[in-house]
């Protein structure tokens, strides 16, 4: 089991930079590919970003392609989300999820992971 702890949200002007981090617990790690979602008030949860467990793979919702960049620092025990060029349309809380895989699997959908964190709002103003 992995209890993931998410900070680094705010408030942020449109076309600025946030990064969020996601710290998990336990010595498992490097056995989980790691994912971030969002939700928006009145959506679904959504794919953002996935790495694999390895670090060797990685997956991108289309809208968020070119401006996120997902990176896992295993001796941290840390998933990090890096956004730059934000948009009003990224406003939500974002969620960081693990999930028990294999090297080099990058998992996309909700109903995939296991663990989760208890979110972090991001809010970008226009």
């Known amino acids: 089991q992995v209890q993931l702890v998410e900070s680094g949200g705010g408030l942020v002007q449109a076309g600025g930079s946030l990064s969020l981090s996601c710290a998990a617990s336990?010595?498992?790690?490097?056995?989980?590919?790691m994912g971030w979602f969002r939700q928006a008030p009145g959506k679904e949860r959504e794919f953002v970003a996935a790495?694999?467990?390895?670090?060797?793979?990685?997956s991108y919702a289309d809208s968020v392609k070119g401006r996120f960049t997902i990176v896992r620092h295993t001796a941290k025990n840390t998933v990090y989300l890096v956004m730059s060029n934000l948009k009003p349309e990224d406003t939500a809380v974002y969620y960081c999820?693990?999930?028990?895989?294999?090297?080099?699997?990058?998992?996309?959908?909700?109903?995939?992971?296991?663990?989760w964190g208890q979110g972090t709002q991001v809010t970008v103003s226009s």
């Open positions: 336990g010595r498992t790690f490097g056995s989980y590919a």
């Open positions: 790495i694999s467990r390895n670090g060797g793979s990685t």
């Open positions: 999820a693990a999930e028990p895989a294999t090297p080099s699997t990058v998992p996309s959908v909700v109903a995939s992971y296991d663990y």
